[in-house]
């Protein structure tokens, strides 16, 4: 079975500090995929990054950037110089490989999620 | 370029009672997922549907069950309401062999009294 920690439930900054989010996953497929969504007060689930189990390259994305680790089993995502509009809740998630012919994907299953709270 | 529809965007049930929730995928797009989303938790998956057949399914009861349509949209039915079943409930749509490319919708908030 398939799961996702996210041990930081809520997280307070000030303005331009930077951000950390911690992820630990649990799978026993040697191929899966990675993700980071962010929620705002909206609720829609907005993609942030996905990265697969053979790729560990770290890469930086604007302000993103992620620290992939496949022998701690982590996938840390940092926001650089965070502003007020990154306030919201962000959610890890995991999707092991489906093997059946036609899909579309696997299901994602998600941690429980880090508040992020921007302060002006 | 039209997102992920749902509908309602908010609705309240009496227990016992059924509801039908209603999604709306990315143009493009032909698999639907449907996820549940407690208030301080991150979403579980519930099931997904391609080729108008549930392909996959989470930890659900037969209560909530599903329906895909030729148009590729879907709906999301809920028998028996419980207290516990009022929640968000995300839509997701994708596309077949582009990889992962999940675009979720902004959820029904399903409320149960």
């Known amino acids: 079975a398939q799961k996702v920690t996210q041990a930081q439930t809520e997280i307070s900054v000030v303005e331009k500090e930077d951000v950390t989010l911690d992820c630990v996953y649990e799978?026993?497929?040697?191929?899966?995929?990675l993700f980071w969504y962010k929620q705002p007060p909206s609720g829609e689930l907005v993609f942030l990054i996905r990265?697969?189990?053979?790729?560990?390259q770290n890469e930086i994305s604007g302000r993103y950037s992620w620290n992939f680790q496949k022998s701690t089993s982590s996938f840390n995502f940092t926001i650089t110089a965070s502003q007020v509009v990154d306030s919201a809740v962000y959610f890890c998630a995991l999707s092991e490989r489906f093997y059946m012919i036609k899909a579309a994907g696997n299901k994602l299953t998600f941690g429980g999620g880090t508040r992020v709270l921007v302060k002006p | 370029d039209a997102g992920v529809t749902q509908s309602p965007t908010h609705l309240i049930k009496t227990r016992g009672q059924q509801v039908t929730l209603r999604c709306s995928p990315k143009s493009g797009h032909d698999t639907v997922s449907w996820y549940q989303q407690a208030l301080g938790q991150g979403p579980q998956f519930i099931f997904q549907y391609y080729e108008e057949e549930e392909r996959q399914r989470g930890n659900f009861p037969d209560r909530f069950s599903g329906h895909q349509f030729p148009n590729y949209s879907s709906e999301l039915n809920v028998n028996a309401l419980l207290l516990g079943d009022s929640a968000l409930y995300l839509c997701?749509?994708?596309?077949?062999?582009?990889?992962?490319?999940?675009?979720f919708g902004s959820g029904t908030r399903l409320t149960v009294v």
């Open positions: 997701a749509s994708s596309r077949t062999g582009t990889g992962y490319g999940y675009t």
């Open positions: 990265r697969n189990s053979f790729d560990e």
């Open positions: 799978t026993r497929d040697t191929t899966y995929y």
